[in-house]
């Protein structure tokens, strides 16, 4: 289903994903804050990604390195020079704007033909009453424009007590520049050979000019990234390797995102055309995925060539090879770079996953997130709240469960109203103690032991013995099988 962006602000704001940053203060520009589930979606997705892009591969290693780095460090890499936006003010109410964006917005325009009458009209598109195109300021459609000037999107601060030039440095804007500087370090520590991979996740800070659409595009974000680091002078699959391994990039970037649960239809490729490409590249093919304002970038995969390692060369004078034994020579590595936000791929997986069903005539809002990523993953409900035995054996669960798994305990409703409030926040499974499961001892009946499980997404509902629950969760949360192939030989109970 299509989903607005406003939905998903609302419902991350009521159930604690995302709140606005500073929001007691009228809030921060385009920062935000992770909230009790936001938090826990957040880590696994990079949890997932770690495991899966950098754990399990044996042509992979990891690093963390330092958001401040070496002044020079962005001189090399360009930034300083090229990572700029044109930008334009208005004279009049002083807001900023990007130059090749000013036209994508909707304006303000004060029409002469309507004796001065205040429209509001579609980005791009003229007035229907005096045919006039947008000139002034899109928001205040009074001031004039200013020529286009460079703006730089770093943040720039200073190293050390004193506020000088001598002391400036930036806040990175792409955690990828902590890996090509550590390329020998990690050469030398792991004695890799040709082709490996450097993965690092981390914050990064764009002084965008113009963030929105949520936390789609933001100042301060978090990236995954890895350098591939390959030997150009290789052929694999009759290719060379830099071209082959771009492709391998490509479709195992695919592959992860529809594993993790979108939907192969709201993603496509973008292949970047010449005028497009940035400076460094090669060839770049971003992924896109179909946000509620249209197909936009949720990754990008790049051939960087060796322009990186070659730049940190002439500026630091430290050779950035590797040596190939068999042909006896040094070669300045190419890169395939895939390179994904953690906070877009969180808000596509939200947008994926998120459906309103009709279930005996009452809408159910339903996160149906992979259970790898749902924050939490089980949920211990009381039927009685009043029963001192039920409620004990719920918190024991829970604590039990929780050792291994994200679990929470609710006695704050009724069941029905329980279930609706997990079903929101993309919990995979409910664990219900009901009076059979402990018995009632003043009529001296015995319990059963059992508990209900209740499966998200179909609402089937079996019934289990207690000490079944650890290994039913652990086959599908932790070994990857499914609801069907656990569940066979438990009875249904009616939900
Ligand atoms: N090292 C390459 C690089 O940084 P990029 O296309 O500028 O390339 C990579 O950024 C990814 O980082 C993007 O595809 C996007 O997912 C994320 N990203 C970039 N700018 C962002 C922003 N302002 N807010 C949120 N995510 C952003």
Known sequence: ??????????????????????????????????????????????????????????????????????????????????????????????????????????????????????????????????????????????????????????????????????????????????????????????????????????????????????????????????????????????RPADEAWHDRWIADCQAWFARYGLDPANVKLHEHAADELAHYAKRTVDLLYRFPMGWSELMGIANRTDFDLKQHTKFSGKSLTWFDEERKEHVVPYVIEPSAGVDRALLAFLLDAYREEQVRGEKRVVLRLHPELAPVKVAVLPLLKKRTDIVATGHELRSRLGRRWVTLYDDTAAIGRLYRRQDEVGTPFCVTVDVKTVGDAEKGEAGDGKVTIRERDSMEQIRVPIGDLEGIFGRILDGGATWTDVTAGYPRTES
């Not at 000013?102 to 579609?122: L, M, P, Q, R, S």
């Not at 002391?167 to 550590?182: C, D, H, W």
């Open 1 to 238: 289903m299509t989903v607005t962006m406003d939905v998903i602000v609302s419902l991350s704001k009521r159930r604690g994903f995302i709140f606005q940053s500073s929001e007691i203060y009228g809030g921060a520009g385009a920062a935000w804050d992770y909230g009790p589930l936001g938090v826990e979606l957040k880590n696994n997705i990079k949890r997932v990604w770690w495991r899966d892009f950098v754990q399990q591969r044996d042509d992979m290693v990891g690093l963390d390195a330092s958001i401040l780095m070496h002044p020079t460090v962005w001189r090399a890499s360009g930034h300083v020079d090229n990572f700029t936006d044109p930008m334009v003010d208005c004279r009049e109410c002083r807001r900023r704007f990007r130059a090749d964006k000013v036209d994508e917005t909707d304006w303000t325009h004060y029409c002469a033909a309507t004796k001065g009458n205040k429209f509001t009209i579609k980005a791009g598109e003229p007035c229907k009453h005096c045919g006039q195109r947008r000139t002034l300021c899109p928001e205040c459609g009074k001031g004039e424009l200013t020529a286009p000037r460079q703006f730089n999107l770093m943040f720039k601060t200073f190293m050390g007590p004193v506020e000088e030039d001598a002391a400036v440095t930036y806040l990175r804007p792409e955690t990828a520049q902590g890996i090509f500087v550590n390329f020998d370090n990690v050469l030398q520590a792991t004695r890799r050979k040709l082709p490996f991979g450097i993965g690092q996740i981390g914050k990064a800070f764009r002084n965008e000019i113009t963030p929105g659409n949520f936390i789609f595009r933001t100042r301060e974000f978090e990236q995954m990234e890895i350098e591939y680091f390959v030997n150009p002078h290789e052929q694999v699959d009759g």
